[in-house]
């Protein structure tokens, strides 16, 4: 990370402030193979560091204490270079540590090695075996343009990957290179603090470096959150590899919502004001961003509130010029589509460079086209009229995996249809939300963030506890003397954690 | 399964008795694309009936009713197609009808759902979530050709599909297709029995059923357990789908042994005649064979005893003639590379058409070649002899991943070299064993049959009770009234579900 001999070959990398849409001070330079190579093997060679969950634990704490501690500056890193504002990002910094703290709290208590004994029983002819799940190795993590801390070099997958045992390299996201070089030197401070070797952290940039990292013989799993067609790559070369490798990528998602005919007569003004709220939050740069609202047809109050509360949202600039460049693009192409209507025209605002004002477009179930049903990031919604239970099912029926779907009902809409509602939307998400609005996405135990392709490539979860299950292996002991387990499986429980038995 | 139209144009699907190498009738024709999709169609179209978990259950113990109640006609077609032999039969099926047992046991407890609950806390600003686990859809499973009944039809995977609430479509191994087609036939009468569509297990024949099934939109995940070669192909076309899949799939393994020094002085005969047994262990067709055994060099004795004690294990003939030609040819390559000694010599048996003679190989560790790292199928096994710690740490930095690795010690051998050792083995196996033999795999929570590529493509279990994991998916439901819930994640809990909550 710091300059080194080589280094003018390769090119600069710039952080960029969205606000003005310049690039700013070289903070890098772009990661080439052998940078690739150093910090896959340096990674791999600290794993043994990591193998004390006591350590992992105190790792975890150290880096959140300290990025708690350097909270300006790391706010000011990554506001410069998202325009996503200190009240937002002083809250994504707050869940950031809290995650690590969370990981910690988890890695401790060590449920999550599922430790099951069952001792030798001879009238079954069964030896005495031992399970828990031991770390994968080396985890390669691609950071996420829209969280520049929950989601990239402190994010979710370094702080599950870390609890794991697994040291973890971290593509960086070009659009917040200053920050990802903060944050990674704040936690390799972290470990170098408790004596720990400072590569339990890597740092690389450049597009190249992504194809490169995945391919590596060394690499044992990867976390990924970003485009479908980006990870759709990253994807099929972890596949393609002579040892293929868990990718654990979520990579779009259109969050489907649907509005029954009573909800929309009965709660239009806050149905609207909650959707607007939705899709323009965070200038509509989240994953979770409900981007097709099925609504029966003839909801005009309903329609006329969305629009309303959406001309008012407030939207910053989205994240680089080339998002803003496919914005506007593709609310421009989807508006051209045939039947499309726009109820509300997004369109370049003057506030910054890079800043938009939000749209919502409408269509008929019918005319509903397959162009119109991949995922739009910034902030546009597309409602979808239907007439009847009908065409709201074949909408559905069209549709790819989702982080989550949406229903809202009426008060007294308790009955069978609902049920059977929810029912259609289960195959469809891995979050169903009734009466509200997916994005907040909680950091707990029973949350799950992931769903079906493309929302993600695997059946597991990024965000809550359960995303540790991502880098470990189950390994089973036949017959083994204690001297020779892992304290973990002695019949002794030194360590006190959960143990399942016989 | 039954003859239809068309079905003259599309080839003959024979049993053979691998006793005489003859063809013998014809059970059934391949299934064409037409089969295929009908197939899926039909068991996706049965998917609502396994809803209910108490059905499920219901379902698994009848199968295993109808399957104990037919065990002479069963364990009788078994041995006609593969001359595994009636006592080893009785044994895999006996086995085979625990598994659906005891999956019926835990699809009724309910802790396989992962329930988690965290309510409402508005001083977090968290909505109320629940969590749990749900099925991911049609799950096609590729039956094993040496498990005619454990790995085949009525399986570990199907099992634990069917207990997962997936139905299921099995590509008969082209070994025992007789068997397949009674199994088939035992499972769907039971869910006919039970009112349930026959099409909760569906069976196809051929080669070319195995791409066009793993192909197949509405598959949703696979079982496989058979070559590299197979597994790899169709790992590939899984990951190459528009919607990529889970691919679980058991693949190869060589199962490495380490005698250390003072081992092999202390217990030779022990060990010798333990290896011996364990490496023609059902004529060498074990998945889990110890193949690749290092000793000490000079540890005469104990290769002596390895020798005779093979000389003299009962083998039998292998499952078909390409079978017993790959091994015969794969010995015979093997006893030609360079520094190669052959102890025992494997060759035709006089006993059966298809019987054969275990082999004994060795070579020194500075001339052990990858070709010699190759798994082969069949009751050979290849002793590499190690000077030094150097050389035998040299040999296991070359192996792959395993099912299992294996470690005899001398008694009193449990210091730090030995947990160093074992610390060596651990990243090349999902399962380690000390002073015994990977041969025999319990079924037990502890059990873990998976290991790193190519023993697993995943790094799930094919065997115990978390096999069940591999087939499912969690979903979050947020803000939802308990009338559109899951009984398993009401308060109240009705049904008695393990539940973590907040």
């Given at each position: 990370m710091q300059s080194e001999p080589g280094s003018e070959s390769r090119r600069p990398v710039h952080s960029s402030d969205p606000r003005t849409g310049e690039p700013g001070v070289q903070v890098a330079v772009e990661s080439g193979p052998e940078q690739v190579d150093r910090a896959v093997r340096a990674a791999a060679a600290a794993a043994p560091a990591l193998a004390d969950r006591a350590v992992r634990a105190a790792l975890l704490r150290a880096a959140a204490d300290r990025l708690a501690a350097a909270a300006e500056e790391v706010i000011a890193a990554a506001d410069a270079e998202t325009a996503l504002g200190v009240p937002r990002l002083t809250g994504e910094l707050a869940r950031t540590t809290y995650q690590l703290r969370s990981f910690a709290e988890q890695v401790e208590q060590g449920a999550f090695l599922d430790v099951a004994i069952d001792r030798a029983d001879p009238a079954l002819g069964r030896p005495d075996?031992?399970?828990?799940?031991?770390?994968?190795?080396?985890?390669?993590?691609?950071?996420?343009?829209?969280?520049?801390?929950?989601?990239?070099?402190?994010?979710?997958?370094?702080?599950?990957?870390?609890?794991?045992?697994c040291p973890v390299v971290v593509k960086a996201h070009p659009d917040h290179p200053a920050t990802s070089e903060l944050c990674a030197r704040l936690v390799r401070e972290a470990a170098a603090g408790l004596?720990?070797?400072?590569?339990?952290?890597?740092?690389?940039?450049?597009?190249?470096?992504?194809?490169?990292?995945?391919?590596h013989p060394l690499v044992a799993a990867v976390?990924?959150?970003?485009?479908?067609?980006?990870?759709?790559?990253l994807h099929d070369i972890a596949a393609a590899r002579p040892r293929p490798i868990p990718f654990h990528g979520e990579l779009g998602s259109l969050n489907p919502v649907v509005v029954t005919?009573?909800?929309?007569?009965?709660?239009?003004?806050?149905?609207?004001?909650?959707?607007?709220?939705?899709?323009?939050?965070?200038?509509?740069?989240?994953c979770v961003k409900p981007g097709l609202v099925l609504i029966p047809a003839g909801a005009g109050e309903l329609e006329q509130e969305v629009v309303t509360a959406a001309a008012k949202a407030a939207t910053?600039?989205?994240?680089?010029?080339?998002?803003?460049?496919?914005?506007?693009?593709?609310?421009?192409?989807?508006?051209?589509?045939?039947?499309?209507?726009?109820?509300?025209?997004?369109?370049?605002?003057?506030t910054a460079p890079?800043?938009?004002?939000?749209?919502?477009?409408?269509?008929?179930?019918?005319?509903l086209s397959e162009e119109l049903l991949e995922e739009c990031f910034g902030p546009v919604t597309l409602l979808v009229r239907y007439r009847d239970a009908d065409e709201l099912d074949g909408v559905l029926g069209q549709l790819s995996g989702?982080?989550?779907?949406?229903?809202?009902?009426?008060?007294?809409?308790?009955?069978?249809?609902?049920?059977?509602?929810?029912?259609?939307?289960?195959?469809?998400?891995?979050?169903?939300?009734?009466?509200?609005?997916?994005?907040?996405?909680?950091?707990?135990?029973?949350?799950?963030?992931?769903?079906?392709?493309?929302?993600?490539?695997?059946?597991?979860?990024?965000?809550?506890?359960?995303?540790?299950?991502?880098?470990?292996?189950?390994?089973?002991?036949?017959?083994?003397?204690?001297?020779?387990?892992?304290?973990?499986?002695?019949?002794?429980?030194?360590?006190?954690?959960?143990?399942?038995i016989n």
């Open positions: 075996l031992r399970r828990m799940k031991v770390p994968l190795g080396v985890v390669a993590v691609f950071a996420a343009s829209n969280f520049p801390l929950a989601f990239s070099v402190p994010g979710g997958d370094t702080a599950s990957a870390l609890a794991a045992g004596g720990l070797p400072e590569d339990v952290l890597g740092l690389l940039h450049g597009f190249d470096a992504g194809p490169e990292l995945v391919r976390g990924f959150t970003g485009s479908v067609r980006g990870g759709r790559a005919e009573r909800a929309a007569a009965e709660r239009a003004a806050e149905i609207g004001a909650g959707l607007a709220g939705s899709f323009t939050l965070g200038s509509g740069q989240f910053g600039p989205l994240l680089d010029p080339r998002m803003r460049a496919a914005f506007l693009a593709g609310v421009q192409d989807r508006a051209a589509r045939p039947g499309v209507q726009t109820l509300l025209a997004a369109g370049p605002a003057d890079l800043a938009v004002t939000p749209g919502v477009l409408a269509v008929a179930a019918a005319e989702n982080l989550t779907a949406t229903v809202h009902l009426a008060e007294d809409e308790r009955g069978p249809e609902a049920v059977a509602l929810l029912g259609r939307l289960l195959p469809l998400a891995g979050r169903l939300v009734v009466d509200g609005w997916p994005t907040g996405v909680a950091v707990a135990p029973a949350m799950h963030h992931g769903g079906p392709y493309p929302a993600s490539t695997s059946t597991s979860t990024s965000v809550g506890a359960t995303a540790i299950e991502r880098w470990l292996r189950p390994v089973s002991y036949q017959n083994t003397p204690p001297e020779l387990l892992p304290a973990e499986l002695h019949d002794t429980n030194p360590l006190g954690v959960p143990q399942r």
